[in-house]
């Protein structure tokens, strides 16, 4: 168990590209989450799944974000026609009950 | 869930102990409050946990108020690994019976270890 792996680390994109994150948790977790920072503010909650269902989503999702966790496994996080505002550290976890383990972030710059 | 009140910064000379309070005035019954941190860079650490006894792990000890309306975490022996930014948050447990699944982060506590 490696813990909570995402992929990229880093991205850097053009403005109007569309971009996609992957986020694998702990095998045995079948919680996952995605979060989103700006610099200076704590992680901000995305979304949520429980095995492959989605079963919340915050307002902060618009309708250019879309996650998916099609098995229950890995999830990934599409960000489409970005825009500078969503210049951020994305940010992945995974629970099975209590606690909550995260990954190290993929970090977008949307230029 | 609860709202939480943390300083916004804290320096703490190193090889002494370290303590974070966090004000949780409205905390309910079946609130606990977690911990965690992050290192520059990182994402999120979790700490400890606790809903109304006092806890101990190999990171550190969290000390609740008999009222719960406060609690306070205290790293015994800080070292400069322990820089970063310390979230305290309440969460409601069982989570599948009140819908809470998501943890809440505030803007942290800033904790500067001095060498």
């Known amino acids: 168990d490696t813990g909570v792996s995402q992929d990229p680390r880093h991205k850097i994109t053009k403005r109007g590209q569309n971009v996609t994150f992957r986020c694998d948790p702990i095998s045995e977790h079948n919680r996952l989450y995605w979060y989103r920072q700006t610099l200076g503010q704590g992680p901000e909650f995305l979304t949520y799944f429980q095995n492959e269902a989605q079963l919340e989503k915050s307002r902060l999702l618009s309708d250019r974000f879309s996650a998916e966790r099609p098995k229950g496994s890995f999830s990934t996080l599409e960000i489409q026609r970005t825009e500078q505002g969503d210049s951020a550290m994305y940010l992945c976890?995974?629970?099975?009950?209590?606690?909550?383990?995260f990954g190290s972030g993929t970090r977008l710059t949307v230029v | 869930d609860a709202k939480t009140t943390q300083p916004p910064s804290m320096d703490c000379a190193e090889g002494r102990a370290a303590n974070l309070p966090c004000n949780h005035s409205t905390i309910s019954g079946n609130e606990y409050v977690y911990w965690y941190r992050q290192i520059h860079s990182q994402g999120p650490q979790y700490i400890i946990h606790g809903l109304k006894n006092n806890e101990t792990n190999e990171m550190a000890s969290l000390i609740i108020t008999e009222d719960r309306k406060s609690s306070t975490l205290i790293l015994p022996h800080a070292t400069l690994r322990d820089t970063a930014v310390y979230y305290c948050i309440v969460l409601g447990w069982p989570r599948s019976n009140f819908g809470n699944e998501k943890l809440t982060f505030g803007t942290g506590t800033r904790l500067t270890i001095i060498p």
């Open positions: 976890a995974s629970s099975l009950a209590v606690g909550y383990t």
